[in-house]
């Protein structure tokens, strides 16, 4: 795997799981929205419907999918932020940090960073160029 798509898996592990917490997020609403049925004066014996127990077991397997995807964010991201520390240019570090493990878009690095955007574009090169040598002296 390259250095470039190391960094682009750790960006998209990360928007993966907004969009898990999102789906969470709307299967709790929706679970909220279940309202109980009175029963007044009518004998009904059995357990929970079937309907908001599903919605429960859904929500359970969903919490559990982001705990999984937020075990292999953390592990992804620590590969990379060490390999990021062992880079010798302050800024290449920044500017790969801001973008790839903060998730930032390119004005806001270029404003955070104070650099023309144009500018950032050229240092981003050169940045995943070293990040890439320090890739290739990790893998045998």
């Known amino acids: 795997m390259t250095g470039r798509a190391l960094l682009e898996e750790v960006k998209h592990a990360r928007q993966h799981l907004n969009v898990l917490k999102d789906e969470l ?3 709790r609403s929706m679970l909220d929205g279940i309202r109980a049925i009175v029963y007044d004066g009518i004998h009904v014996s059995g357990g929970v419907s079937r309907d908001v127990a599903d919605g429960i077991d859904a929500l359970e397997r969903k919490k559990l999918e982001i705990c999984n995807e937020w075990v292999r964010l953390v592990n992804k991201r620590a590969q990379v932020q060490a390999l990021i520390a062992r880079m010798t240019k302050q800024e290449h570090k920044d500017l ?19 650099y023309d955007q144009r500018w950032l574009f050229r240092l981003h090169e050169k940045a995943i160029k ?9 893998t045998p």
């Open 96 to 114: 790969l940090i801001e973008r790839y493990i903060n998730c930032k878009r390119w004005e806001d690095v270029s404003r955070a960073m104070n």
């Open 130 to 138: 070293e990040f890439e040598k320090i890739c290739n002296e990790n």
């Open 25 to 27: 997020r709307e299967q």
